[in-house]
């Protein structure tokens, strides 16, 4: 597969996670935008992995291990992607709690 | 068509339409539905592009266990469906034109990019394989490994603090 299908497939997930958080006002569903954000990054850098990979085997033989580290960066981004989505979650419920409702418009309290 | 492309664009046609519905479905339970299918989808990516444990922590870690957490979030609040008031339209058309826009640049400059001919290995290479993974996080990433222990702890006694009843 040529790493052009991979980068547009990456960037239209990306877009329509922008396009979620700038049209939605529910707070958990502007939390999932992100996190459809997050994997259309996730996505295209394993593509990568794979195509810097296959470079490196057509020049160094095929036990080499370029692009190694890029994969290892998706999993350190599932990582922190898990405890921000704990930490988050804890917000939204906070938030619920004091104001009844998830909608964002109720939090411009800071702006008065 | 080979097999291996017949799946990419089956797979890639399901996630995109599957991120749509995420963010037009009124209901947020049936949003966080469509999210699990998206996001098993791009595992089948990872699977295709022979990143297998990817492909697995990404089904156990968000198809499991965030999307689980939502869910747990979402039927707590007793949210209804029609809770999300009908807000500007303008407002909602100028977000989309936004993203549209941003969809448009991006697609734009990198169309004309120098590497059209580059190719991503399909079902081949073991770099992806655990094997291999582990070797590198356990000798070379050591430190960000354990690092990243102590973001899970400050992040777990972050988010009890902040849920605790005050």
């Not at chain 1, 700038?22 to 999932?32: G, K």
């Not at chain 2, 989808?41 to 990404?58: E, K, M, R």
């Not at chain 2, 747990?72 to 500007?88: C, G, S």
Request: positive net charge; contains cysteine.
């Amino acid at each position: 597969m040529p790493i052009n299908y991979y980068i547009f497939l990456g960037v239209i997930l990306f877009c329509i996670g922008v396009t979620g958080v700038l049209t939605r006002r529910n707070a958990i569903i502007i939390f999932m935008c992100i996190e459809l954000m997050l994997n259309a990054v996730n996505l295209l850098l394993v593509a990568f992995s794979k195509m810097h990979h296959a470079i490196a085997a057509a020049n160094q033989g095929a036990a080499t291990t370029v692009g190694t580290e890029g994969q290892l960066f998706v999993f350190f981004i599932m990582v922190v992607a898990a405890a921000e989505v704990s930490v988050g979650l804890a917000i939204i419920v906070m938030m619920y709690r004091n104001t009844h409702s998830v909608d964002v418009n109720f939090l411009n309290r800071l702006k008065h | 068509m080979s097999i291996t492309q017949i799946l990419f664009w089956f797979l890639s046609i399901l996630t995109i339409f599957s991120a749509l519905m995420v963010i037009t479905r009124k209901n947020p339970v049936y949003s966080v539905l469509w999210l699990i299918i998206t996001f098993i989808a791009i595992s089948g990516h990872y699977i295709l592009l022979n990143a297998q444990f990817l492909a697995v922590v990404n089904v156990i870690v968000y198809a499991g266990a965030i999307m689980v957490l939502f869910l747990f979030v979402i039927m707590l609040m007793n949210l209804d469906a029609d809770a999300e008031q009908t807000k500007n339209k303008w407002l909602q058309l100028a977000g989309v034109v936004a993203g549209g826009c941003l969809l448009l640049i991006l697609v734009a400059a990198l169309k004309g990019a120098e590497n059209q001919a580059k190719t991503v290995e399909m079902g081949t290479g073991s770099i992806g394989l655990i094997e291999n993974l582990g070797q590198v996080l356990f000798k070379q990433y050591i430190l960000p490994f354990e690092i990243s222990s102590v973001l899970f702890l400050s992040a777990m006694v972050g988010a009890v603090v902040i849920g605790k009843k005050n």
